[in-house]
């Protein structure tokens, strides 16, 4: 079974950068969809961002297009989320999760989480 571990996270000023990763291990990526989502206090668990190593599709959503950036390493195992000109309203835990299905960002849909990684964006 495939287990996910995020790490990455910290403190940053607005309009700061900051790279999340996303450790797998137990199987590898070829056919999983990897999420990253985020969820700030009292609110609703959103998405992020997707790469679908079935076809090399990458989904951003459109809150983050252009500042934020999705990658993997060459063997696989872990996955990215480089962040750019972070905005406090964008601070909270950051997940990744793994999906088999269809590539979604539809948190109910994904079968794998990590345990999240902190993000704190503050003056």
């Known amino acids: 079974q495939l287990q996910l571990v995020e790490s990455g996270g910290g403190l940053v000023q607005p309009g700061e950068s900051l790279t999340l990763s996303c450790a797998t291990s137990?199987?590898?990526?070829?056919?999983?969809?990897i999420g990253w989502f985020r969820q700030a206090p009292g609110k609703e668990r959103e998405g992020v961002s997707y790469i679908n190593f079935k076809d090399g599709e990458i989904y951003y959503a459109d809150s983050v297009k252009g500042r934020f950036t999705m990658s993997r390493d060459g063997a696989k195992n872990t996955v990215y989320l480089q962040m750019e000109d972070l905005k406090p309203e964008e601070e909270g835990v950051y997940y990744c999760a793994a999906h088999l299905g269809i590539a979604n960002m539809e948190a109910a849909l994904y079968d794998n989480w990590g345990q999240g990684t902190q993000v704190t964006v503050s003056s």
């Open positions: 137990g199987a590898t990526l070829n056919y999983y969809v």
